[in-house]
DNA sequence: ATTTCATATGACCATATTATCATATGTATA
DNA sequence: TATACATATGATAATATGGTCATATGAAAT
């Protein structure tokens, strides 16, 4: 499947473990798969799956050191990247995000609904 | 369900439908359902429905107008958000995303796997 | 060349996410 | 209050996504 570089951008983060791994690579620094593997605890073909849609998107890159892959965070943009994002996540999503979003009142839909 | 923030964050708009309707907002400015609907050509509840999760994240706003409900883009932090978002993806998505991510060389996996 | 460790790949299944339909609620007006 | 229009909601069907298993490929060493 293939989404236009805006969607698969998001599509790519949308995802718990991804960003995880990201968190992780833009903290402890390269590591290899393995190492991911065992700080995230998750398998190692998971972890591999992961990776691939990562680097497909640029936010990791990888070499190779002997039997060993080593990925690393793509310093360039991902790293003020997530600067920004944290700017709105911490302002908007203190408590995880809540439902006082109403402009002028609140409005809700009780809903009484009958099934049938 | 519920997620930790950071998470919720991305979540929601790793969806083409979530993202073009905050472009479009972006774009055209403060819309109304209705307004959304007919300009992507998507059913009201499923534009209602994806305008919930994006207000959950305070992505949008919503303002009553008479019957109608308008919606708006968050200045403060969504729109400068997709100008940095948009520096990776015209540097590493240009012509979508490819797979020239090799650091030191190509490395093909090159699969004869017998089904069986 | 064979073995071993490290990583990648494909197929498949469980699960999560989205779209759709029917319908309820909100708002305004006659 | 009755009606019409606008939007939201819930249930559920359709679909997409992620994780797991088995196994293939790569690299290095014996």
Redesign the interface.
């Known amino acids: 499947m ?15 473990q991804r ?1 995880r791994m990201l968190q992780l690579l833009n903290v402890e620094g390269p590591q290899s798969v393995s190492d991911i593997s065992r700080a995230l605890n998750v398998e190692q073909s998971a972890v591999s799956h992961s990776l691939q849609h990562l ?4 936010f990791v ?4 050191d002997g039997k060993e892959r080593i990925y690393s965070i ?1 310093e ?3 790293a ?2 997530f600067g ?2 944290r ?3 911490e ?4 408590a ?4 006082s ?5 609140e ?1 809700t839909y009780g809903h009484k609904r009958q099934t049938a």
């Open positions: 293939k989404y236009p570089s805006f969607d698969h951008f998001f599509m790519t983060l949308g995802n718990k960003v680097l497909q998107c640029h890159t990888v070499k190779q793509n360039d943009t991902v003020p990247l920004q994002i700017k709105h996540v302002k908007y999503c203190v995880g995000c809540d439902h979003w109403e402009s002028d009142k409005v």
